[in-house]
């Protein structure tokens, strides 16, 4: 059996689809507790839990069932990540292929081969709050850009991750704008008012996260260009730098309301199937 069949066969498997359900919802979870934490940062602050995942996961440990449900969450956002890599060795067969079914075959495997990663890193986060090892995702980053500044070019990555992160944020902006993401899900079956409903949460949610992982990426753009890896503060740093603005609160709130939509969104998104 080649890798593509056991991809196509992985990725039609009825349990990884179910437990890929749970993951998308766990996915909306994180975010909708991220949500909630830049609101308290935003008009409370002073107290609580980073507003980034970190804080996010630490959120549902401190509660009376929160072990058990990061280990679900944990599951299934690896599941998700198993869904994601079964995406890309699916796609693997068009890589040699020419013109446009070469560049989506290579656009595809890309954007899976980042989700997955994105998934593993949740999953582990999971995991170390489950048994109670998690620390501050800040602090964790803070520590990788350091270990990275001491590479060769070091420097010069970091910025690069930077400058990833940010056009990664406005292609999450432009998606909303746009409407993309309704190409990706299959609304065919669905209602008038369930499409009208899945669009606004898109609209607003796609653009609320871009804004944060452009924020984050500026971060290390800056921790780059001052070679300080304490500029390096993640997506709970990059809220509190909206917080500094004018009109800080404000904005923050609005930023807190699309990434609860992104939360919402996933909850959505786990109701319809992909659409190829």
């Known amino acids: 059996m080649s890798a593509q069949d056991a991809a196509r066969r992985a ?14 919802i766990a996915y909306g979870v994180v975010h909708l507790l991220v949500a909630w934490l830049a609101i308290q940062l935003a008009w409370f602050p002073g107290g609580g839990e980073s507003a980034d995942q970190s804080g996010a996961m630490a959120t549902l440990a401190e509660s009376p069932v929160g072990k058990p449900v990061l280990w679900v969450v944990a599951i299934g956002l690896i599941a998700l990540a198993v869904w ?29 081969l980042v989700k997955a990663v994105i998934y593993v890193v949740l999953a582990v986060l999971a ?3 489950a048994t109670g090892t998690g620390k501050s995702s800040s602090s964790s980053q803070q520590e990788t850009t350091a270990g990275v500044f001491g590479w060769p ?3 010069f990555l970091v910025g690069a991750a930077g400058l990833i ?5 406005v292609w ?41 992982l452009a924020g984050v990426g500026g971060l290390l753009i800056w921790a780059a260009v001052t070679f300080d890896p304490s500029k390096a503060q993640g997506l709970d740093g990059a809220l509190r730098g909206v917080l500094e603005l004018p009109f800080g609160r404000i904005l923050l709130t609005l930023v807190a309301v699309g990434i609860a939509a992104f939360g919402a969104f996933c909850f959505v998104r786990a109701r319809y199937p992909e659409r190829t």
Do not use: M
Not at 11 to 24: F, T
């Open 84 to 112: 994601q890599a079964a995406e890309v060795l699916r796609w693997r067969s068009d890589w040699s292929a020419s013109g446009k079914a070469r560049t989506k075959a290579l656009r595809k495997s890309g954007n899976s």
């Open 153 to 155: 070019g070091g420097q």
């Open 127 to 129: 995991i170390r709050y």
């Open 11 to 24: 990725g039609n498997s009825d349990a990884l689809e179910h437990l890929a359900r749970v993951g998308l």
């Open 172 to 212: 999450h902006v432009r998606k909303g704008f746009n409407k993309h993401f309704l190409k990706q899900i299959d609304t065919s079956g669905c209602d008038p008012g369930a499409v009208r409903l899945v669009t606004r949460l898109g609209q607003i949610g796609f653009p609320g996260k871009g804004i944060g």
């Open 165 to 169: 992160l940010i056009g990664v944020g």
